[in-house]
């Protein structure tokens, strides 16, 4: 057991039994390569399905702490994975701004009102942030309290996170998800000065969200930014990097007594690797189309990497997946500041046996490295 101790509500005692990831974030050695998964607790679990039914619906699983403790623990229970994500949504953020979230079978999240006008900006809220999305805070604490045993030791970190503010803003403008973008990037290319102003708000809120997570006991925090790999080179620095650049000075980097490490993905970012490292986060995300060797040559130790491999490789027999997590491990090299994870979310369709297999090869071979193995 490890006596890196991070932050805990005051009810929680605070002794990691796990704490390889947030020492990987670091940049700090550690015996292996620490894994989790973006979406982990997702609908490819059958347990994740029967709970979600219980709720009644996605909204009614997220805003209702004890469904998403549940569903939080739950790849913890099949996998020996090294952090656990709180289960939310990055649209929490826009639906306490009084947009009006909704999930609409077969189509995906809809807000029944839009934000493309000067009267649209001007009813944006961002007080009170922490206090209108305690849904989400009180399930920070909950989970918490549920990975601690009662002689309070923690079985891993608990990630906390948001979307970018230009993410948020595509799902703002667009009124829900989107092929092209066209409305959103028409915007910011007619009327650039409206899309500045909803994307400073948008930062606001989403600082003061990352914090009240922080503050309820979120050991790391993850900045989602989805979208900006939609944007063309330039745009992409204006419209999105900025704003996240605007968000990380923000951040409570250090809570009683221990660092919070930040990391930011943005999916089609590796172009701007260079740009995000130096926004002062601790750890880059990265897309499966980014080489881990490049990535690291260009950020050195700067920053820790995270990612990469192609989720789609779950689809295949478990020695190819196998295969394939050794070559991410490898293309990093034997070198601290390595969070193992997909290039983007897991889908719902994966066989929940195959990820079992990846985060196994994940330990092991990453152990052999360490100890100057062949591992094959």
Request: aromatic share 8%; glycine share 10%.
């Amino acid at each position: 057991m490890s006596d890196y101790s991070p932050s805990a509500p005051s009810d929680v005692a605070h002794t990691l039994q796990n704490d390889t990831f947030l020492r990987a974030l670091l940049r700090q050695p550690t015996d292996y390569t620490p894994i989790w998964l973006m979406r982990q607790a997702g609908r490819y679990l059958p347990e994740y399905n029967a709970t979600r039914a219980r709720a009644g619906s996605f909204l009614g699983l997220t805003k209702n702490p004890d469904y998403a403790t549940e569903v939080t623990l739950q790849p913890l229970e099949r996998y020996p994975l090294d952090a656990a994500i709180l289960f939310s949504d990055i649209l929490t953020v826009p639906d306490a701004m009084g947009l009006g979230l909704n999930f609409v079978q077969g189509e995906g999240p809809r807000f029944e009102r839009t934000v493309r006008t000067e009267e649209d900006v001007k009813k944006l809220v961002v007080s009170d942030i922490g206090e209108t999305l305690s849904y989400v805070t009180d399930a920070v604490g909950q989970i918490r309290r549920a990975l601690t045993d009662a002689q309070g030791r923690q079985r891993v970190p608990l990630i906390g996170f948001s979307g970018s503010p230009w993410t948020l803003a595509c799902y703002m403008v667009e009124g829900g998800g989107s092929d092209d973008h066209r409305t959103v990037k028409s915007m910011a290319y007619s009327r650039p000065d409206l899309m500045h102003r909803i994307l400073d708000i948008n930062a606001q809120a989403v600082t003061a969200y990352l914090n009240a997570q922080i503050e309820a006991g979120a050991q790391a925090v993850m900045i989602f930014d989805t979208w900006g790999g939609a944007l063309a080179d330039g745009t992409y620095q204006r419209f999105s990097l900025d704003y996240i650049a605007k968000v990380v000075p923000g951040l409570k980097r250090e809570h009683v007594g221990a660092k919070v490490p930040v990391i930011t993905f943005t999916k089609g970012g590796g172009l701007w690797l260079e740009q995000i490292a130096s926004t002062g986060v601790d750890a880059v995300g990265l897309d499966w189309t980014m080489n881990l060797g490049i990535a690291r040559e260009k950020v050195g130790s700067r920053v820790a990497l995270q990612g990469n491999i192609d989720p789609n490789v779950l689809f295949a027999p478990p020695a190819a997946i196998r295969m394939e997590a050794r070559g991410v491990l490898e293309s990093y090299g034997n070198h601290p500041g390595h969070v193992f994870n997909l290039g983007h979310g897991i889908s719902q369709f994966t066989p929940p046996e195959h990820v079992a297999e990846l985060v196994d090869e994940v330990h092991r071979h990453s152990r052999a490295m360490r100890a100057g193995q062949t591992a094959r």
